[in-house]
Nanobody, 120 residues
Framework: QVQLVESGGRLVQPGESMNLSCAAS????????MGWYRQAPGKQRELVVT???????DYGPFMKGRFAISRDNIKNTVSLHSSNLKPEDSAVYYC??????????????WGQGTQVTVSS
């Protein structure tokens, strides 16, 4: 079983920057994708940014430029770096990972989510 634990969500003022972190643990043999999605009230979950094996970075619409991703391959962690936050960035941010377990099975895992609120 694979677990993802996010941290760093908080109340920030418009224009501020913020970092979120996610740590993956459990029976992980390899990770193929790690990244971040978000979901605002009344809206569908949307892609923010993901890292894919081979160091490919994929951004959701209108995300590039204000969001960036970094990953620690040894610790199996991924971080989301955001700048110039706007009220419309308020959402629950979810960590996501896909890979293979030590048992040789594929997995898709989601974190429990961390709340980010951008408000003055």
């Amino acid at each position: 079983q694979v677990q993802l634990v996010e941290s760093g969500g908080r109340l920030v003022q418009p224009g501020e920057s913020m970092n979120l972190s996610c740590a993956a643990s459990g029976s992980i043999l390899s990770l193929r994708v790690m990244g971040w999605y978000r979901q605002a009230p009344g809206k569908q979950r949307e892609l923010v940014v993901t890292w894919t094996l081979g160091d490919n970075i994929d951004y959701g619409p209108f995300m590039k430029g204000r969001f960036a991703i970094s990953r620690d391959n040894i610790k199996n962690t991924v971080s989301l770096h955001s700048s110039n936050l706007k009220p419309e960035d308020s959402a629950v941010y979810y960590c996501y990972a896909r890979g293979m377990t030590e048992a040789g099975t594929d997995f898709n895992a989601w974190g429990q989510g961390t709340q980010v609120t951008v408000s003055s």
